[in-house]
């Protein structure tokens, strides 16, 4: 038995070194060499080389698998204590329990990494990532703590950026003001002229219409617009126009409010100009002006039948999931991205499968989710369901969509007012914000070029 363990491994390990950690071909090599492994060792999982078990724990990782990854970390923690890939099984143990919602849990993992390697790269993405469980947990007041700590010890560290940026959001949060109008004004004399800066005046704005504070707010967003580039921050001219108008708005300053809404460009691509154009036209439908009929090329219905079967189904606009679909795999029904999501609404299958029986797949597979008669029923399903817990707010949808839900709730929850524009300043990420922005665009040309039945107007 010992011979034929051994020829088995030595076949799989020749084999493991030559296939991406990424690919879909990496996940079946991974669980077929588990899978023969365990048959030949009753059961169990065997002791490899550290090497193959960080490779199939990266494989693993990739696709979302958590579990069976952290099975080979662990096995290189308990028998190769000293080798170089312990930060990796550490940091990667908690970054799949942050993944499970399992944020206290990872902060103890986090600890054990910062412990006895805190100066490696593992290390500082640790810390950064811990002062994120403590958000995610709810703790803000440790979480900014956590951040301040990071600003400490990594002063030229890769997030120091989004530490400071953390730091404002998590006291704001706590309900901390006063402390995070200090961290606010920290950020724009420690980063002058740089997109944090802008990031941090932002912030400024978001609290004050979070508080109410309409003239505050409106004050904030001219100190906004007066820095002197928004290149490469979370935020824009426009952005900044319209939360000014909307504060202008709430304070009864009707008339200055509609003044700085028609300055922002009504386009396909300003997602700001659309809202404004709305506020604007009140009841009336604002049309976009540059539709041209080369936008039906551009923005085509496809896989209509199943689209519209399970969309309505789940009584979701189908033109809603028109619009995820072209931004997620722009309706190639193969595609998967680095983080493991396939097929045409991109999903993960740790998400899949929980809408799996309902969907009417129990016995799902990822390969499966390459199907669209598959992977548009599960989508729609799980469109349904954060729509619904979101209170009906596309927007939200969108963000949960690409960041998770958690991301997304904690982001409407310190959405006041519930107003969409306000939602999407809210954003945290910078690629989920843009995500955001994208979809909620093509929503709004979907709506215009068809009805809810995928008609053309």
Partial sequence: MKTIVAGILAIIIAASAVFAQTSDAALRRAQAADNAARLANQGALPLLPAAEHLSRAEAYMANRLFPEAREHWAKVMKH??????????????????MWEREYLKAVDWFDRLLKDHSMTREGREGLAFKGASYVRAGKNLEAAKTYEQYTVMFPTGERIESAYLNIIDAY????????????????????????????????????????????????????????????????????????????????????????????IPNTLTSYYGGLAADRIAGSRVQRISQTTPRLFTEYPVQYRVQVLRHAQRQNIDPRFVLAIMKQESSFRPGARSPAGARGLVQLVYDTAIKYKDEAGYPNLQPDDLYNPEINVAIGSIYIRKIKDEFGG?????????NAGEDNAARWLNRTRPR????????????????????????????RELYDENLNRR
């Avoid at 190769?80 to 329990?97: E, H, M, N, V, W």
């Avoid at 400024?204 to 979070?210: A, S």
């Avoid at 939602?423 to 665009?441: D, H, I, L, R």
Wanted: proline share 3%; glycine share 6%.
């Fill in 80 to 97: 190769y204590p000293d080798d170089a890939g312990i930060p990796k099984a550490l940091f990667g143990t908690a970054r799949s329990l």
């Fill in 172 to 263: 704001r949060e706590a309900g901390e003001y006063d402390k995070a109008d200090e961290w606010v004004e920290k950020a724009v004399r420690t980063f002058p002229g740089r997109r944090t800066e802008a990031n941090a005046l932002q912030a400024k704005v978001r609290m004050e219409l979070f508080r109410g504070r309409w003239d505050e707010a409106a004050a904030a967003a001219d100190r906004m617009l007066a820095v002197r580039s928004f290149a490469g921050s979370m935020t824009s001219a426009d952005e900044a126009r319209y939360l000014k108008a909307f504060a202008l708005e709430n304070a009864g300053k009707r008339e200055e409010a509609w003044a700085i809404y028609s300055t």
């Fill in 393 to 401: 707010l596309y927007e939200a949808v969108a963000a949960s969509y």
């Fill in 419 to 446: 107003e969409p524009g306000v939602f999407a300043a809210e954003v945290g990420f910078a690629e989920t914000k843009n995500y955001v922005f994208k979809v909620m665009n093509n929503y709004r040309v979907y």
